[in-house]
């Protein structure tokens, strides 16, 4: 008998961003017991690295704006690739999701009027972003976590998952129904094992930015939940599109990857090559072309007056713009530093910089010792977001596996092929509190508990504790090393086939590798211990992204291919979606985008674009 | 510019430990979380150390470096000379759990205890509306990333155990301050902030503005002006003998 301590609940939250608490507040508001799983302490969590802005139709600054528009402007923004349902719940609901927060104590930045001020994105029509400066994400985090803690939710901090437990579900489903009961861990702090028994467990576990060399997430972004939900018999859809955010650090070496918020051209910053040409214009795709600004005057003047002008292509889609600035680069026509130069100094005013953008501002002061209100930033694309995710009920988060729910960025279809920059906060808002009632009411309709059988307890131990067992094996630092170089040269922005076979014979390669490797010390807060149970989750992610992105020939949103560059329409009609094969393996199939109703397509028609 | 440096870490656990000696690459631009990180992966695979984002924007890796508190992820190493050494401790402050790790649940447990935000109601179109001139003085408290810094170097709890019970630190008293200040908020925490949370015990000596690695003013913007509330509220003769008179509720 493995010795662990054993708790149970209604809703097991995994993840402690904005989705998770977000889930987590609703659960518990709607009576279920719930508790919060997470890997680092409470409020530290990735959406606190979230900088612009929360996307909501709210009219505060254009009257114009409503929901519709919102709806239009994210399926356009993911090339029409997005589950409509949830595009239209994430467009309907964000205002209100964004108003309660207020009642919850967050202060966002104001109108004239009193009201919340919005600000300019890409891709948006309207200026549309509720914020705080630029440090959004934490204003969120930390009135979601002061929430939390009003409640008295329980939270396991430092406390990482490392196994779904499924069986018989509990009582309310269909006889011999099989569903989650529960989920296994253990303390980092203290390296012992932890048992959940629950009807009900919600993913909030957020991306995998982690498996690629430059990059704006931090440790904690190893892809568990998306390898979680695949081993408990759930599927992933969308794993082909990863986002490179077209404005990361450069230089020095130690902080490329950093992200640097496109809040600095949403209040006028622009892109210049070292010949100080503003390259953008040069990049507008003709799906795009109605509604982008032609000249630089134009694209000047928008900033004023929206109605009589079109936007300027600095605020393209992120996909569009990491590509733009991809191919400067290999043209000859970066900065010493391999990046090209977004320029803010010379258009707006010392102050005004430092009042939109102080983290911004002491981000670079401090790490590049650049005066962003003086000279221009040096920036190149860094990987900054999964679309791909679990596969879900739009309206419940629910899985293909009862019980178990996801939402934010570990959860897909809602941004397509690509997201919209302020998407994620609203996403984690609207889906996280989505996520949250359904995986109560599914509690409420399972009363049954059943306590998590010993074997399955002592499997997921003996697991967790082989690493130790090992002698004389390879560092784990190492192999993460070569997947995070793997994925950056093989699997990045542009693809190709022959280099996507490479990198899955590197991927088994290096699964051998992680089976063999060994730790040193003991289980009391060992970070390399915890980097060998993450990356067999890394490797499994990894497989799923690379043997998507090799089936899907043709380029779209955050999936561009050198052998096959046009968009293909067979393929704008077509979702790839990934579950686990008996043996282990991952498995691809090809599956219909589900069909939009006529009355949202006509959304497509009426907005003037 | 890439060199040798010697780095003395302290690693142990809750039962001591002392300061080991490394020597270890160091590249142009990096901070001493890089340094840490590549201890991690050549030389010392359990080194055990708290961080996320490394960009000074969650405040998870605190740690005392050359005896200042800082977070690592902020500390350039071009601040220091090839040749000096450079020591990194954990936040004595707080317990050790293991290496440059503590345990800070102090406080979460003292956030637990302030009694919660509470909003008056909303307008009838069901907007709040604030002028951003009075969300400012708040905001400059949420700006807070909750890296603990203040409360390592506050002289009251930082090697008076005995204080922790009766005194929040500077980060649980700019919450306060932020709540007192929050132009929606309609609770009067002013009794608790000075008799559960400790506020008398602060003598202002700003060692805590001093590290804030945010740059919040905590004494002069917070601390003080909420002194000064309690001080009106308490020994303000009207406003004691109204409350003797019409046993006006203490909130």
Same mark, same amino acid.
């Not at chain 1, 955010?245 to 902080?255: E, R």
């Not at chain 1, 911004?360 to 221009?376: R, W």
């Not at chain 2, 340094?35 to 708290?50: F, Y």
């Not at chain 2, 949370?197 to 003598?203: D, P, Q, S, T, V």
């Given at each position: 008998?493995?010795?662990?301590?054993?708790?149970?609940?209604?809703?097991?939250?995994?993840?402690?961003?904005?989705?998770?608490?977000?889930?987590?507040?609703?659960?518990?508001?709607?009576?279920?017991?719930?508790?919060?799983?997470?890997?680092?302490?409470?409020?530290?969590?990735?959406?606190?690295?979230?900088?612009?802005?929360?996307?909501?139709?709210?009219?505060?600054?254009?009257?114009?704006?409503?929901?519709?528009?919102?709806?239009?402007?994210?399926?356009?923004?993911?090339?029409?690739?997005?589950?409509?349902?949830?595009?239209?719940?994430?467009?309907?609901?964000?205002?209100?999701?964004?108003?309660?927060?207020?009642?919850?104590?967050?202060?966002?930045?104001?109108?004239?009027?009193?009201?919340?001020?919005?600000?300019?994105?890409?891709?948006?029509?309207?200026?549309?972003?509720?914020?705080?400066?630029?440090?959004?994400?934490?204003?969120?985090?930390?009135?979601?976590?002061?929430?939390?803690?009003?409640?008295?939710?329980?939270?396991?901090?430092?406390?990482?998952?490392?196994?779904?437990?499924?069986?018989?579900?509990?009582?309310?489903?269909?006889?011999?129904?099989?569903?989650?009961?529960?989920?296994?861990?253990?303390?980092?702090?203290?390296?012992?094992?932890?048992?959940?028994?629950?009807?009900?467990?919600?993913?909030?576990?957020?991306?995998?930015?982690?498996?690629?060399?430059?990059?704006?997430?931090?440790?904690?972004?190893?892809?568990?939940?998306?390898?979680?939900?695949?081993?408990?018999?759930?599927?992933?859809?969308?794993?082909?599109?990863?986002?490179?955010?077209?404005?990361?650090?450069?230089?020095?070496?130690?902080?490329?990857?950093?992200?640097?918020?496109?809040?600095?051209?949403?209040?006028?910053?622009?892109?210049?090559?070292?010949?100080?040409?503003?390259?953008?214009?040069?990049?507008?795709?003709?799906?795009?072309?109605?509604?982008?600004?032609?000249?630089?005057?134009?694209?000047?003047?928008?900033?004023?007056?929206?109605?009589?002008?079109?936007?300027?292509?600095?605020?393209?889609?992120?996909?569009?713009?990491?590509?733009?600035?991809?191919?400067?680069?290999?043209?000859?026509?970066?900065?010493?530093?391999?990046?090209?130069?977004?320029?803010?100094?010379?258009?707006?005013?010392?102050?005004?910089?430092?009042?939109?953008?102080?983290?911004?501002?002491?981000?670079?002061?401090?790490?590049?010792?650049?005066?962003?209100?003086?000279?221009?930033?040096?920036?190149?694309?860094?990987?900054?977001?999964?679309?791909?995710?679990?596969?879900?009920?739009?309206?419940?988060?629910?899985?293909?596996?009862?019980?178990?729910?996801?939402?934010?960025?570990?959860?897909?279809?809602?941004?397509?092929?690509?997201?919209?920059?302020?998407?994620?906060?609203?996403?984690?808002?609207?889906?996280?509190?989505?996520?949250?009632?359904?995986?109560?009411?599914?509690?409420?309709?399972?009363?049954?508990?059943?306590?998590?059988?010993?074997?399955?307890?002592?499997?997921?131990?003996?697991?967790?504790?082989?690493?130790?067992?090992?002698?004389?094996?390879?560092?784990?630092?190492?192999?993460?090393?070569?997947?995070?170089?793997?994925?950056?040269?093989?699997?990045?922005?542009?693809?190709?086939?022959?280099?996507?076979?490479?990198?899955?014979?590197?991927?088994?390669?290096?699964?051998?590798?992680?089976?063999?490797?060994?730790?040193?010390?003991?289980?009391?807060?060992?970070?390399?211990?915890?980097?060998?149970?993450?990356?067999?989750?890394?490797?499994?992610?990894?497989?799923?992204?690379?043997?998507?992105?090799?089936?899907?020939?043709?380029?779209?949103?955050?999936?561009?291919?050198?052998?096959?560059?046009?968009?293909?329409?067979?393929?704008?009609?077509?979702?790839?979606?990934?579950?686990?094969?008996?043996?282990?393996?991952?498995?691809?199939?090809?599956?219909?985008?589900?069909?939009?109703?006529?009355?949202?397509?006509?959304?497509?028609?009426?907005?003037?674009? | 510019?890439?060199?040798?440096?010697?780095?003395?870490?302290?690693?142990?656990?809750?039962?001591?430990? =002392?300061?080991?000696?490394?020597?270890?690459?160091?590249?142009?631009?990096?901070?001493?979380? =890089?340094?840490?990180?590549?201890?991690?992966?050549?030389?010392?695979?359990?080194?055990?150390?708290?961080?996320?984002?490394?960009?000074?924007?969650?405040?998870?890796?605190?740690?005392?470096?050359?005896?200042?508190?800082?977070?690592?992820?902020?500390?350039?190493?071009?601040?220091?000379?090839?040749?000096?050494?450079?020591?990194?401790?954990?936040? /004595?402050?707080?317990?050790?759990?293991?290496?440059?790790?503590?345990?800070?649940?102090?406080?979460?447990?003292?956030?637990?205890?302030?009694?919660?935000?509470?909003?008056?109601?909303?307008?009838?179109?069901?907007?709040?509306?604030?002028?951003?001139?009075?969300?400012?003085?708040?905001?400059?408290?949420?700006?807070?990333?909750?890296?603990?810094?203040?409360?390592?170097?506050?002289?009251?709890?930082? =090697?008076?155990?005995?204080?922790?019970?009766?005194?929040?630190?500077?980060?649980?008293?700019?919450?306060?301050?932020?709540?007192?200040?929050?132009?929606? =908020?309609?609770?009067?925490?002013?009794?608790?902030?000075?008799?559960?949370?400790?506020?008398?015990?602060?003598?202002?000596?700003?060692?805590?503005?001093?590290?804030?690695?945010?740059?919040?003013?905590?004494?002069?913007?917070?601390?003080?002006?909420?002194?000064?509330?309690?001080?009106?509220? /308490?020994?303000?003769?009207?406003?004691?003998?109204?409350?003797?008179?019409?046993?006006?509720? /203490?909130?």
């Amino acid at each position: 008998m493995v010795e662990l301590e054993r708790h149970e609940y209604d809703v097991v939250v995994v993840g402690a961003g904005g989705a998770g608490l977000r889930a987590a507040i609703a659960a518990q508001e709607s009576g279920a017991r719930t508790a919060v799983v997470c890997k680092s302490l409470l409020g530290k969590a990735h959406t606190v690295m979230a900088e612009g802005g929360i996307a909501a139709a709210m009219a505060n600054t254009y009257p114009e704006d409503n929901w519709r528009v919102h709806f239009r402007d994210t399926m356009r923004g993911g090339k029409m690739l997005n589950h409509w349902r949830m595009a239209q719940l994430h467009a309907q609901e964000a205002p209100d999701r964004v108003r309660e927060l207020e009642d919850w104590g967050a202060l966002f930045d104001r109108t004239p009027d009193g009201l919340i001020s919005q600000r300019d994105f890409g891709g948006h029509r309207y200026a549309r972003l509720a914020h705080v400066g630029d440090r959004t994400g934490l204003e969120l985090i930390r009135t979601l976590q002061q929430r939390t803690v009003a409640l008295g939710i329980d939270v396991y901090m430092e406390c990482t998952v490392t196994r779904l437990l499924t069986g018989p579900a509990g009582g309310g489903g269909a006889d011999g129904e099989r569903g989650i009961t529960g989920a296994f861990g253990y303390w980092r702090e203290s390296g012992r094992f932890v048992a959940w028994s629950a009807p009900s467990v919600v993913l909030a576990t957020g991306g995998i930015g982690k498996s690629y060399k430059v990059t704006s997430n931090s440790w904690e972004y190893t892809g568990d939940g998306h390898s979680l939900a695949l081993q408990a018999g759930a599927t992933l859809v969308n794993m082909e599109f990863v986002q490179f955010h077209p404005t990361g650090m450069v230089w020095p070496p130690s902080v490329r990857g950093i992200l640097v918020t496109e809040s600095v051209r949403g209040d006028g910053g622009i892109l210049k090559n070292s010949a100080g040409n503003r390259f953008m214009f040069d990049y507008i795709p003709d799906f795009f072309r109605k509604e982008t600004a032609e000249t630089e005057d134009e694209a000047d003047r928008w900033y004023e007056d929206k109605k009589n002008n079109r936007r300027p292509p600095e605020l393209l889609p992120r996909d569009e713009v990491a590509r733009a600035i991809n191919s400067e680069v290999k043209a000859g026509r970066g900065t010493p530093h391999g990046g090209v130069y977004l320029d803010i100094a010379s258009r707006r005013s010392p102050e005004y910089i430092r009042k939109r953008l102080p983290s911004m501002y002491h981000q670079f002061k401090e790490l590049a010792e650049v005066d962003i209100t003086a000279e221009a930033m040096e920036v190149g694309p860094t990987c900054h977001y999964v679309m791909g995710g679990v596969e879900v009920d739009p309206d419940t988060e629910a899985a293909r596996v009862p019980g178990l729910y996801a939402a934010g960025e570990v959860a897909g279809g809602m941004h397509g092929s690509n997201r919209l920059g302020g998407n994620s906060l609203s996403d984690l808002l609207v889906f996280g509190r989505r996520a949250g009632l359904a995986a109560a009411e599914h509690a409420r309709a399972h009363p049954v508990r059943t306590a998590p059988p010993d074997d399955a307890l002592a499997d997921a131990a003996r697991a967790a504790l082989a690493p130790f067992e090992r002698e004389g094996g390879e560092n784990p630092y190492t192999v993460q090393h070569d997947l995070q170089q793997t994925m950056h040269d093989l699997v990045g922005i542009i693809r190709t086939e022959a280099e996507m076979q490479q990198a899955l014979a590197r991927i088994a390669a290096l699964k051998e590798r992680v089976a063999a490797l060994s730790v040193e010390g003991h289980r009391q807060y060992n970070p390399g211990w915890h980097l060998a149970l993450d990356l067999p989750h890394m490797l499994l992610v990894s497989e799923c992204i690379a043997r998507a992105a090799l089936e899907r020939q043709e380029s779209r949103g955050g999936h561009t291919r050198d052998d096959f560059p046009a968009t293909d329409d067979e393929w704008s009609r077509t979702n790839l979606v990934c579950s686990q094969a008996p043996d282990g393996s991952v498995a691809l199939t090809r599956q219909p985008l589900p069909q939009m109703p006529a009355e949202l397509a006509e959304v497509f028609e009426e907005v003037p674009a | 510019m890439t060199y040798d440096a010697t780095f003395r870490v302290w690693r142990g656990d809750a039962g001591g430990g =002392d300061l080991q000696t490394f020597t270890v690459e160091v590249n142009e631009g990096e901070v001493v979380l =890089d340094v840490i990180h590549r201890l991690q992966s050549t030389q010392a695979g359990d080194l055990a150390v708290r961080w996320n984002c490394k960009a000074g924007k969650c405040g998870s890796c605190s740690a005392e470096i050359n005896g200042r508190p800082r977070l690592m992820c902020m500390t350039r190493m071009s601040t220091f000379g090839e040749a000096e050494t450079v020591t990194v401790t954990p936040l /004595r402050t707080f317990p050790v759990v293991r290496d440059l790790v503590t345990d800070v649940s102090y406080n979460y447990e003292k956030a637990a205890q302030i009694p919660a935000f509470t909003p008056r109601p909303r307008e009838a179109d069901g907007s709040h509306r604030m002028q951003q001139v009075d969300v400012e003085r708040s905001q400059e408290f949420r700006k807070c990333i909750e890296c603990f810094l203040c409360q390592d170097t506050c002289h009251v709890i930082r =090697d008076h155990e005995e204080n922790k019970a009766v005194f929040a630190g500077p980060r649980f008293l700019i919450r306060l301050a932020e709540l007192d200040m929050h132009p929606l =908020d309609v609770v009067d925490r002013r009794h608790e902030a000075q008799d559960e949370f400790g506020l008398g015990y602060c003598n202002i000596t700003k060692c805590c503005s001093e590290v804030c690695p945010e740059g919040i003013h905590l004494t002069d913007n917070g601390i003080i002006p909420l002194k000064e509330r309690v001080v009106d509220r /308490r020994y303000d003769p009207l406003t004691w003998l109204g409350s003797k008179i019409r046993r006006r509720p /203490r909130d």
